[in-house]
């Protein structure tokens, strides 16, 4: 694949959902790249729209680009360009070429797994981590398939002396959580990633949610720690929860899982029994919390209060999140059950 089309897929695919104009994408590409010119930008993406790639609309003065997912070599294109980034990226980290085909093979007879990328690669391997984010197919042994999953990167992370954190999701997570229109993980990852493994097949999940509906990615990673308290009050408002003597504001609506971790992370008690309650009344994700909790290591302090919460209101969403955070070896921080069962009583949810 030539530089100038490597560049523009590339950072086309950053900003799904974008209205980009040329001069915006060649702004974003020198921002990315250091270096990016009008004119061979405009040549290029001329090209492209002859052979179908991409679109170029007319708004006003301007022509916006988008991605064209109705050309069928338009998915391959892209894996090849996640080929390339792969490569890039390994070109001088012969450890991680180590590590990744012994990931590889020790997740070979998993035949849930439908792709492997790995989230900010460049940025978190400065910090000796790595962020995989593995999407699976929904089988009937998935609940399984995801423990082991955690458990074979336990092994990895052991051994290789690097952080490992894994965000496993099946199709219809991954799906409802990239349309939505809250603040959320996945939709943070699809701005910075490089896949792996089975470029074509996270490509084509893209294009299948595309043909229903827009995707718009989120550029700027979310540190719950920094969620601001009108963010905080509005969002526990959204959720049942509002706090006695204070009004709400709109916010900026966050995915529970974020609040739940943004409450462990602040260790305020009064805050800390807010999660029970808006956990007991709404669905949340058991994967994605649970890798929020590994990511910013709230799993002890999660794991206490989901134990609880097991006790005074079961569910087999609780009893299954229990079991993917026990197979991340930490300590259970203990809470007290009654002050947590008094306030689920005063909140209708005990």
Not at 202 to 228: N, Y
């Amino acid at each position: 694949m030539d530089t100038p089309t490597l560049r523009i897929l590339d950072t086309t695919s950053r900003y799904l959902g974008d209205s980009l104009s040329i001069n915006q994408l060649t702004e974003a590409i020198k921002d990315t790249y250091g270096t990016a010119h009008y004119a061979n930008i405009y040549r290029k993406l001329q090209e492209l729209k002859s052979e179908g790639l991409i679109t170029l609309e007319s708004v006003g003065r301007s022509s916006v680009i988008k991605l064209n997912f109705q050309n069928y070599l338009l998915i391959d294109l892209l894996a090849e360009m996640e080929i390339e980034k792969k490569m890039e990226f390994l070109r001088k980290r012969t450890d991680l070429s180590i590590l990744l085909a012994e990931m590889e093979k020790s997740t070979r007879d998993m035949c849930s797994i439908k792709s492997i990328s790995t989230i900010d690669p460049a940025k978190n391997i400065k910090l000796n981590r790595i962020e995989f984010l593995f999407l699976l197919r929904k089988t009937t042994n998935y609940l399984d398939e995801t423990v082991e999953l955690y458990r074979q990167m336990q092994k990895l992370q052991n051994k290789h002396n690097l952080r490992i954190d894994s965000l496993i999701l099946d199709r219809d997570d991954f799906s409802d959580l990239v349309r939505s229109s809250e603040i959320n993980p996945a939709r943070e990852a699809l701005a910075n990633k490089v896949t792996f493994f089975c470029h074509q097949a996270f490509w084509d999940e893209i294009k299948t949610i595309t043909e229903e509906t827009e995707i718009r990615a989120l550029r700027t990673e979310t540190k719950p720690a920094s969620i601001s308290n009108l963010d905080l009050s509005y969002n526990l408002g959204r959720f049942g929860y509002k706090e006695f003597g204070l009004s709400v504001e709109q916010g900026a609506s966050y995915c529970i899982e974020y609040l739940t971790t943004t409450l462990l992370l602040l260790q305020d008690e009064r805050r800390l029994e807010a999660i029970p309650v808006i956990l007991a009344k709404n669905t949340f994700r058991r994967n994605l919390l649970a890798f929020l909790s590994q990511k910013f290591g709230t799993a002890g302090r999660l794991l206490g209060l989901l134990k609880a919460l097991r006790d005074i209101k079961p569910t087999s969403n609780i009893d299954e999140t229990i079991r993917i955070l026990e197979t991340f070896n930490v300590k259970e921080t203990p809470v007290d059950k009654e002050s947590i069962l008094q306030k689920m009583r005063l909140y209708n949810v005990a």
